[in-house]
């Protein structure tokens, strides 16, 4: 759940779990879109096996709404369910998607998506440090609640008095974290359409879409351009997406917040063989506005509160993409390998690692294991509490923005039907734990967390 794991969002809480398993580094709308098409065309002798090489990739979450034809699309519909839950009765979602993709006529086809979440649990607002003192005491920050409800803050008991650090005789322990009520609750429906154009050897896609919640509007626009060359074995990709989202806090009934996220992929497909698969994607991102998260905090350790987050109002990241495929001749699999690396001007580095090993087991039967690590540094503005506030004016104690790794996976089995239903049926899990990460970073121990996410999809062409 790229969404889930890289700290950068505005909010936490998940926006799309059926795109959970997607690419993190933003670009899955055009990555990867033409590699179903060279199986179309180009030699005759890398026609079959690599038809079979993007016919296992639409085995891989998230991979299946990529990948486009050589023309338009058969009409197909999907409906899929997908239910997350993280551990420690954290978030919990319950995400209902659809897709429709309908042929109009010779040079066209269109993309309709709907999505319909439930979301509800608690989430991180802040950390506080236990100080301990050799006479006994021990002293906490006051917690404060957030009701999910009516977004409204109150302190929760008598603030204690701040202890005395420079004598000596009290010390910091360990962090713990201050959490979101689990009466939180919102529904996020959306919807968004594709178009595309189909000429020769040039294909142009335009799409849009909106997303709304309680708290949160979005709105974007994306346009993709795929050009094949060399005998239809190279497929070069452009992309462009704007988004505009609009944030409108529980918490601050009379503040509203605005940002705008411009995006760009350049992108190289190519056909190595008979058997193997090349693609590299390069995306540079823009966001400005307003990315604070309104309901996180930061402790002042030198006041003993806790107050609203500050981050910088504007972010630039660029995410480099390479994948490798090979189809085995004699097992009829295919190994799919990724690494992504996304480096960010607020000091986030995050490396990738992803494999998955599509098996058709006969009978209609595949099976698909995945294996994916991430690890990623902390922002230079990321501390778990600050002593003071720094000079900078920039300041988060968020998890995501920490520095740790992960380790993920999941299996998927899939059941051709007929030759016009499919059956999808997935499971995912996700380990976050910081001492996982490669990178120098703090000690996020006290955050550590997982999750697991169960997915049922049918496919049906007709």
């Not at 889930?4 to 398993?21: K, L, N």
């Not at 906490?140 to 000596?168: Q, W």
Request: include cysteine; charged fraction near 20%.
């Amino acid at each position: 759940m790229a969404s889930v794991e890289v700290g950068v969002a505005a909010t936490d809480r998940p926006r799309s779990i059926a795109a959970s398993a997607e690419c993190s580094d933003g670009s899955r709308s055009v990555q990867i879109a033409s590699a179903a098409r060279t199986a179309s065309g180009g030699a005759q002798g890398v026609n079959k096996t690599i038809s079979a090489l993007t016919s296992a990739a639409l085995a891989l979450p998230g991979l299946a709404s990529s990948v486009q034809a050589a023309g338009p699309m058969e009409r197909q519909w999907d409906v899929g369910y997908f239910h997350y839950e993280e551990g420690g009765e954290r978030m919990r979602v319950e995400s209902l998607k659809q897709s429709l993709v309908l042929p109009l006529g010779d040079a066209l086809d269109l993309t309709l998506n709907a999505v319909r979440d439930t979301i509800s649990g608690a989430s991180p607002i802040y950390n506080v440090p236990e100080i301990r003192c050799q006479d006994g005491r021990v002293f906490t920050a006051p917690v404060i609640s957030v009701s999910g409800a009516s977004g409204n803050a109150e302190p929760r008991g008598t603030r204690p008095e701040r202890p005395p650090l420079n004598t000596g005789d009290c010390r910091l322990g360990s962090a713990r974290q201050v959490m979101l009520e689990d009466t939180f609750q919102d529904v996020r429906t959306a919807g968004d359409f594709k178009l595309n154009y189909y000429r020769g050897d040039t294909s142009l896609g335009l799409g849009a879409g909106v997303s709304s919640e309680q708290d949160y509007d979005s709105r974007f626009l994306a346009l993709d351009l795929r050009r094949e060359i060399n005998d239809r074995l190279t497929t070069l990709t452009f992309g462009y997406s704007l988004a505009s989202d609009t944030f409108s806090p529980l918490n601050k009934p009379d503040f509203s917040g605005d940002k705008d996220a411009h995006q760009i992929l350049l992108g190289l497909t190519q056909v190595l063989g008979r058997n193997d698969l090349l693609q590299i994607n390069l995306t540079l991102g823009y966001d400005q506005g307003y990315l604070t998260d309104p309901y996180k905090n930061v402790y002042l350790l030198s006041t003993n509160e806790a107050i609203d987050e500050s981050r910088p109002d504007s972010r630039r990241q660029w995410n480099l993409l390479a994948r490798y495929n090979h189809y085995f001749t004699a097992f009829k699999a295919a190994l799919h390998l990724d690494y992504r690396y996304s480096r960010s001007d607020w000091g986030i580095e995050a490396h990738t690692l992803e494999a998955a090993w599509i098996q058709p087991l006969g009978q209609g039967w595949h099976l698909v294991p995945r294996l994916r690590y991430y690890t990623q540094s902390e922002a230079d503005f990321y501390r778990s509490y600050f002593e003071t506030l720094p000079a900078s004016g920039d300041y988060s104690s968020d998890y995501r923005l920490a520095g740790f790794g992960a380790l993920g996976g999941g299996l998927k089995l899939t059941r051709q039907v007929t030759s016009q239903a499919r059956l999808d049926l997935g499971v995912e899990f996700y380990d976050r734990q910081s001492a996982y990460g490669l990178q120098e970073h703090t000690d996020s121990a006290f955050a550590d967390y997982g999750f697991t996410i169960y997915s049922l999809n049918l496919h049906l062409e007709f």
